[in-house]
């Protein structure tokens, strides 16, 4: 993750609010592995995170 990035996407669910994607977070275990998808640089980018 960088500075600016928008998160389009949190594993399966698309984030349309903050507040979806503080719950999600919330909501994740620890050591799992989600898949992001963000707008970086007007572009779509796929990575991979580890919950913590």
Same mark, same amino acid.
């Given at each position: /993750? =960088? *500075? %600016? +990035?928008? !998160? @389009? *996407?949190?594993? +399966? #669910?698309? &984030? #349309? #609010? %903050?507040?979806?994607? *503080?719950? @999600?977070?919330? $909501?994740?275990?620890?050591?799992? $592995? &989600?898949? @992001?998808? !963000?707008? *970086?640089?007007? =572009?779509? =980018? #796929? @990575?991979? !995170? /580890? %919950?913590?």
């Amino acid at each position: /993750m =960088k *500075r %600016a +990035d928008i !998160i @389009l *996407r949190y594993g +399966d #669910e698309q &984030i #349309e #609010e %903050a507040v979806e994607l *503080r719950n @999600l977070v919330v $909501e994740t275990p620890v050591d799992t $592995e &989600i898949q @992001l998808n !963000i707008w *970086r640089n007007g =572009k779509n =980018k #796929e @990575l991979t !995170i /580890m %919950a913590s």
